[in-house]
């Protein structure tokens, strides 16, 4: 026999006792739990490919911090206070040829 309850108000199930559902409503909630983890799939590629770009830029940044101009418009002041406007003298290396680049 089940101790009485106030009118109006359900009776609090002991721990011990478990909740019974039932399986048609366990479908919905199922198939939410699929839809779900499925995402989560494609977060964690996207994930993935976002670390790898993030190694691959750093090594595109590592490799250009060896060249001479990189960042040279930043870092260039010229002694008329100018900075920002810069050219370089480059120059063919097959065939000796010069020329302004900037």
Request: aromatic content about 4%; proline content about 6%.
């Amino acid at each position: 026999m089940h101790p009485e309850t106030p009118k109006g108000k359900t009776q609090a199930k002991s721990p011990s006792e478990p909740a019974v559902t039932s399986s048609e409503e366990m479908i919905p909630i199922e198939q939410k739990l699929v839809a779900l983890e499925k995402k989560i799939q494609g977060l964690e590629a996207r994930v993935e490919v976002l670390e790898a770009m993030a190694t691959n830029l750093a090594n595109i940044e590592a490799r250009l911090n060896g060249t001479p101009a990189f960042r040279l418009k930043r870092r260039f002041q010229c002694e008329c206070r100018a900075s920002g406007f810069v050219a370089l003298r480059m120059k063919c290396t097959k065939c000796g040829r010069k020329t302004w680049w900037g």
